[in-house]
C-alpha cells in the first residue's frame, strides 16, 4: 500500500478537502490502519472506519457521489473483500473512482458495470503483495 501520507496527497489532488475542527479530523477522509493485522479471511471485521462509512452512506443515499481510492488495494485486500466493498458502494447509490499510483491509471465504476476484470485484479495484485512480503522474510 502507498504511506498515508501519498493516500492523502492523491486524494488532496483529486479534490478531498481536509477538514479540522477543534482539533478533530471531520473531513471527508477516513483511514483504517490495518498494518498490524496479519492475512485473514474477516478484513470487514478489521476495517472499522470502512463499516461506519458504509452504514452512514447507506443511510444517507448520496446517489451519484463519488468515492476515491487510491489503488485497486485500498478497495479489498482479496477479491472477496474488494466485491464487499464495492458492492455495499453501489448499494449506497455511490460511484467508485480508483487511481492507480503506479501505473497512472484511472477507473470510475458504477453498479451495472461488470467489475469481474478489477476483481480478480485485486486478487493478483494482494497474491503478488503476500508473496512479496513472504520472499523478503524468507531471505532475512
Not at 28 to 37: E, I, K, S, T, Y
Not at 67 to 75: A, D, K, Q, R
Not at 76 to 97: I, P, Q
Request: glycine share 8%; aromatic share 8%.
Amino acid at each position: 500500500m502507498p504511506s498515508r501520507s501519498e493516500q492523502v496527497a492523491r486524494a488532496r489532488a483529486w479534490g478531498v478537502d481536509e477538514s479540522i475542527l477543534g482539533g478533530v479530523d471531520v473531513s471527508a477522509l477516513f483511514v483504517d490502519d490495518v498494518r498490524h493485522v496479519k492475512r485473514t479471511t474477516n478484513w470487514p471485521g478489521k476495517l472499522v472506519e470502512r463499516g461506519i462509512f458504509l452504514e452512514k452512506m447507506k443511510l444517507l443515499q448520496h446517489v451519484g457521489h463519488q468515492v476515491f481510492f487510491t489503488n485497486p488495494l485500498c478497495v479489498g485486500f482479496s477479491e472477496k473483500h474488494a466485491r464487499s466493498t464495492v458492492e455495499g458502494l453501489f448499494e449506497a447509490g455511490l460511484v467508485v473512482y480508483v487511481h492507480s499510483i503506479k501505473d497512472n491509471d484511472l477507473a470510475l465504476y458504477q453498479k451495472g458495470d461488470d467489475m469481474t476484470e478489477f476483481y480478480e485484479s485485486v486478487g493478483l495484485m494482494a497474491n503478488a503483495k503476500h508473496q512479496s512480503v513472504h520472499r523478503k522474510l524468507k531471505s532475512r
